[in-house]
């Protein structure tokens, strides 16, 4: 059974590396901030995971949710600075940008 949780945990971390790749590459800070998210719930579900393969589920649930709800509040913050700095450039106005300027 550790077995299949192992093959679960990689194909999870692999899932993170793809989900990495949006944040680093992402055209808006939109794409990132939601990138970020995605790898903060990710990384719960893989701290479950490795509670379930140690056979220490109660210690691990508590980390992972003490990590989803860290992730939560940074992506609620990063948003709400975003919203109020005014300068979240979506798809849509970088191409109206481009497009003014020639």
């Not at 980390?63 to 913050?77: D, E, K, P, V, W």
């Amino acid at each position: 059974m550790a077995d299949i949780f192992m093959a679960f945990g990689i194909g999870l971390l692999l899932l993170i590396l793809v989900s990495f790749y949006r944040v680093i590459s992402g055209p808006t800070v939109l794409d990132r901030i939601l990138g970020g998210n995605v790898i903060g719930s990710q990384t719960s579900v893989l701290l479950l995971l490795i509670g379930l393969i140690y056979g220490n589920v109660g210690m691990f649930v508590d980390i992972a949710l003490a990590y989803a709800l860290l992730n939560f509040i940074t992506t609620l913050g990063a948003a709400k600075y975003f919203l109020r700095r005014g300068s979240v450039h979506l798809e849509s106005d970088l191409q109206e940008g481009k497009e003014a300027a020639e």
